[in-house]
């Protein structure tokens, strides 16, 4: 194997992306995958929506093209050494596929806070796990680490040539399955930029009338935000939903080809994402990840905003490693993120019969959550989810709430409510003075929530605290502090050497209605 040419950001066009992609080695493990009809999605949306299934790959994600690209390339000298990477997904288990079929030693550094599930795949195929840190960040600068001193090759999640270009392959798949008489968008997933780099680059050389449209979750959005800027940013934080493209900073390479080849951003909120899981469930039956569904979710927002009708539309469905655990947070969310559910915090007389009279306001609409706990007061604060036939009913509902004499508060995109305060309904203490209360993350591993605790513990008083696991690698706690006005600048110092992210969330309508 002779030694690939050495890139350098800047230097890759289109064409050039097409080039490696058609000498590319991918299919030497990798496999053309089917891209699937939706026939109930489509209907409601007026457009023919196709699924790409890159969540049919041997490792149920489209990274094994662009690892398995990469280590093919490699010179004898090279593969003789081994290769080594950092990652908490779908990355790792793609090195360790490519390994094992090509007979090369595999490193894989992840952070001690990964799913057994995901460690027990990569050691099945003979990698060698090692785990370390609690982030990605931690395991990554251990991997460099340990490549200087084992002399391994680095094999990137996205930021590569040869990674990027194998990941492109799916366009080509994309080209030679759809047939469209008229206009034509692709929707791509966004976390480093490996996929939509390669994927924008090959389209944009044979077909540039083809639409490219990026997806990313609104807080994750590191690329559509460098776009914006002209230059690379670096995200202080990002969300923990969908882990899947959950990248602080892009890469060199794929922010340069995302940004010239690449029309359209859509982002999109937890609930829409959760929503898309269920969309792509009924009509393929297969359960995506979060980061799998969330081209589905930027597809419907688009055709939402922009009014789009009768195109054929292409999401690619980029992987299907999820937790089962998960299952139940997405089944929570999803009405919500389709627009069928809504959340109210209502305030009705507390007295005999209050519930009744309520209800019948409600009218046919089914009830799907109700939350309450007496209180020795004049009035009482109810926490209800409302089942709606079309998006526009929650606005008539709350304003014939209102009509009627009701305090309403909308909670349906209060991401404090629909997490914790739904389970806490009813949880007062008066005898709670000085409360602040914070919402924290904090690592999802064995022993994590003592260590927090114990990060804790001191001389103010723990007056509320509220955890469930979700089964990803982050929890998230919501604790309230006794804190006398006199030990604010004290407390802020604890916080920030406590060494969790913490959001103060003392104002938020839903804790001061059903918690204080």
């Known amino acids: 194997m002779t030694q690939v040419r050495e890139w350098v950001p800047g230097e890759l066009d289109a064409m050039d992306v097409l080039r490696l992609a058609l000498t590319s080695k991918v299919y030497g493990a990798a496999v053309e995958t089917p891209v699937s009809e939706t026939p109930r999605l489509s209907a409601r949306l007026g457009n023919r929506v196709l699924l790409k299934r890159e969540d049919q790959q041997p490792i149920f994600s489209f990274k094994l093209r662009g690892a398995y690209n990469k280590m093919a390339q490699l010179t004898a000298e090279e593969r003789s050494r081994g290769v080594i ?251 919500i993120g389709e627009r069928r559910e809504a959340i109210f915090a209502v305030t009705i007389p507390e007295r005999p019969g209050a519930f009744r009279e309520f209800i019948e306001v409600v009218g046919a609409r089914a009830i799907t959550e109700f939350n309450y706990r007496f209180a020795p007061r004049a009035q009482a604060q109810i926490f209800v989810g409302v089942q709606l036939a079309a998006p526009g009913q929650r606005a008539e509902l709350r304003d014939e709430l209102g009509s009627r004499g009701y305090a309403v508060l909308d909670l349906t995109d209060d991401e404090l409510a629909k997490v914790h305060v739904r389970h806490m309904v009813g949880g007062r203490a008066p005898e709670a003075t000085d409360e602040r209360v914070y919402s924290f993350t904090f690592p999802e591993r064995p022993g994590a929530l003592l260590e927090f605790l114990t990060h804790l513990h001191g001389r103010w008083n723990i007056s509320l605290f509220h955890y469930r696991n979700h089964g990803s690698a982050h929890g998230r706690v919501l604790a309230g502090v006794q804190v006398p006005p006199g030990d604010a600048p004290e407390f802020a110092a604890f916080l920030a050497g406590v060494g969790y992210p913490a959001t103060e969330v003392t104002a938020n309508p839903a804790y001061r209605l059903f918690l204080t």
Not at 100 to 116: D, F, N, Q, S
Not at 235 to 254: E, H, M, P, R
């Open 85 to 335: 990477c950092a990652s908490a997904g779908n990355h790792a288990q793609g090195v360790a596929f490519a390994a094992e079929r090509l007979g090369v030693r595999a490193v894989i550094v992840m952070p001690a806070t990964t799913p057994e599930i995901k460690v027990g795949a990569c050691r099945a195929r003979g990698a060698e796990v090692v785990l370390f840190g609690d982030s990605f960040s931690d395991a990554e600068a251990r991997a460099f680490e340990l490549q200087r001193e084992l002399g391994l090759t680095f094999v990137h999640p996205y930021d590569d040539p040869l990674v990027l270009a194998g990941q492109g392959t799916v366009a080509l798949e994309v080209l030679r399955q759809v047939e469209a008489p008229g206009p034509l968008t692709v929707f791509v997933p966004v976390g480093g930029g490996g996929l939509i780099a390669g994927v924008a680059g090959v389209l944009k050389a044979l077909r540039p009338d083809i639409r490219v449209v990026g997806v990313e979750p609104e807080d994750s959005d590191a690329m559509f935000q460098s776009v914006q800027a002209g230059e690379r940013v670096r995200l202080d934080s990002v969300g923990i939903f969908v882990d899947g493209v959950a990248v602080k900073q892009v890469g060199a390479f794929t922010f340069d080809l995302t940004r010239r080849y690449v029309d359209d951003w859509v982002r999109v909120n937890t609930d829409e994402v959760c929503a898309a899981i269920k969309d792509v469930f009924d009509d393929t039956r297969a359960v995506m990840e979060p980061a799998g569904a969330l081209a589905v979710a930027g597809l419907k927002r688009f055709v939402q905003e922009r009014g789009v009708q009768g195109e054929t539309l292409v999401a690619l469905t980029c992987g299907a490693n999820v937790n089962f655990d998960r299952l139940r947070h997405v089944a929570e969310r999803a009405e």
